[in-house]
Every structure is written in C-alpha cells, then in structure tokens.
C-alpha cells in the first residue's frame, strides 16, 4: 500500500485550492438565471480587426450555453468579391467545454476547446444587473475578455484582447457582403 504524507502547510494549500476551483467554476444555484449578450472586437498587437464577435450567454437552473456569432470577417468569396461566412459556435456546462462561476454581480466564464490545431481557452467576465423583477440578470454592465491559443501547427501561442462596443445599440454598416447557404438546385 502507498501512502502519502503531506506536511499541514502543504495539506492546506492543497485543499485551499481544489476548494476555490470548484467553487470559481461550478455550475450550479449559486449561478443566477441570465440572458446576457453583448458585441466585441478583437485586438491583437494593439491593433483592432474589423470582425464582430457577438457573444449570448444563457443560464438557467444552474446550467449555461455561449453561443457566438462572428461576422463581418472579410476574406475572397467564390465570385472574386469580398465576403464573410457569418460563423456559429455554441458551447454549455451540460457538454462539459464551458464553465461558469459567479462572484458577486460577475459571471467568470471559461469555453475550452481542442483541435487539430491545438487547445484554445476563451475566457470572459460579464458583469451584469438584474431585471426589475429580479428574476434574471439581463443588462451587462460591464465586460472583458480574451481567446488564448496554443497552436501546434505554428508552433507559437497567440493572444487576443475583445473589447466590447460601448453603448446599448449599434448600427453597423458590415465591410462586405454576407456569403450564406442556400438549397442547391437540381439539374433536370
């Protein structure tokens, strides 16, 4: 039989921290219902890139999804012309690739994921109001947030910065065109 013996100092700090990361981001009452979205940019190098990343976050009886929808991330369409993929990414606590915690009027959310090109983290911080009713957070009083990846393939980590768009409601005229699918037709 293998034992291990831990000196008290060792044991505490042990404990300490397997006690607040299970409490930092566990899913579970303690999170409030919440129905919060709010509109980023990316900066990288200190420079600010055209595409817009809206982020939804919705929890409810202690479960979460994120789900994101980038646009306006111009690149060459099939045509020659600029366009962008409006592209949909969803993750939750139920499949395990988000977490979520809250501490005081701030959700701390973490989305994981991996790839052929490596493991990527996106965490955010969304703080937020409750409705009049006091039943679910709905107003985000205040954001930050940053995507890390390690890619394998470049052999380099990257770091991105989103900075959310200040202000209740924008009209945003989009750079180029939107690149969407449709049913292919049949030849007859």
């Known amino acids: 039989m293998f034992r ?19 409490e930092l981001f566990a899913a579970g009452p303690r999170v409030p219902n919440a129905s919060l979205e709010v509109t980023v940019r990316q900066k990288e190098g200190g420079k600010h890139a055209k595409g817009l990343h809206l982020f939804y976050l919705l929890c409810w009886d202690g ?55 490596g493991l990527s983290t996106t965490t955010l911080r969304f703080g937020y109001a409750m409705s009049s009713s006091g039943e679910i957070a709905n107003k985000v009083t205040s954001f930050s947030g940053g995507y890390v990846k390690d890619s ?32 292919e037709k049949e030849e007859r």
């Open 4 to 22: 291990l013996r831990l000196s008290r100092g060792v044991a505490f700090v042990y404990l300490a921290a397997s006690l607040l990361s299970s």
């Open 63 to 117: 479960e979460c999804s994120l789900t994101t929808l980038s646009l306006n991330q111009c690149g060459p369409a099939p045509s020659g012309k600029p366009a962008f993929y409006p592209k949909i990414e969803r993750t939750s606590t139920r499949e395990g690739n988000l977490k979520v915690s809250h501490v005081g009027n701030v959700l701390h959310v973490q989305q994981t994921n991996v790839d052929i090109g």
């Open 152 to 183: 394998q393939i470049l052999g380099r980590v990257f770091t991105i910065e989103y900075v959310p768009l200040l202000g209740t409601f924008h009209e945003i005229q989009l750079d180029c065109a939107a690149g969407l699918p449709g049913v």
